[in-house]
């Protein structure tokens, strides 16, 4: 049974930080690439960061570049999104996902993922 699971949302002040985690379990073969992605009601799904688990090659958004730094330990099963200098428009859920072979560096910013997550909600207030 594959799980997916976020933490480490919440509320936090304009230009603070917070670290968000995704911890997988239940993969027969461990993932490709990881990602994150984001979303607010009444708005599509947007592609945040990626990386690939073998060799770390590491794919961001222009809206978070230079703010957020993704990360993955492996013998953790674990992938990390640090959020630094956060604005207001960070503050939609934030949802992990999984790709088992399919995504490139081309593709890497698409909703083509296999597994999602339930999501960790973020809030920046100001």
């Known amino acids: 049974q594959v799980h997916l699971v976020e933490s480490g949302g919440g509320l936090v002040q304009v230009g603070g930080s917070l670290r968000l985690s995704c911890e997988f379990s239940?993969?027969?073969?461990?993932?490709?690439?990881m990602g994150w992605f984001r979303q607010s009601p009444g708005k599509e799904r947007e592609f945040v960061s990626a990386?690939?688990?073998?060799?770390?090659?590491?794919y961001y958004s222009d809206s978070v570049k230079g703010r957020f730094t993704i990360s993955r330990n492996n013998a953790k099963n674990t992938v990390y999104l640090q959020m630094n200098s956060q604005k207001p428009e960070d503050t939609p859920a934030y949802y992990c996902?999984?790709?088992?072979?399919?995504?490139?560096?081309?593709?890497?910013?698409?909703?083509?993922?296999?597994?999602w997550g339930q999501g960790t909600q973020v809030t920046v207030s100001s």
């Open positions: 990386v690939r688990l073998s060799g770390g090659t590491t």
């Open positions: 239940g993969f027969s073969r461990m993932p490709r690439v």
């Open positions: 996902t999984a790709d088992l072979g399919t995504i490139t560096s081309e593709t890497a910013n698409s909703r083509g993922y296999d597994y």
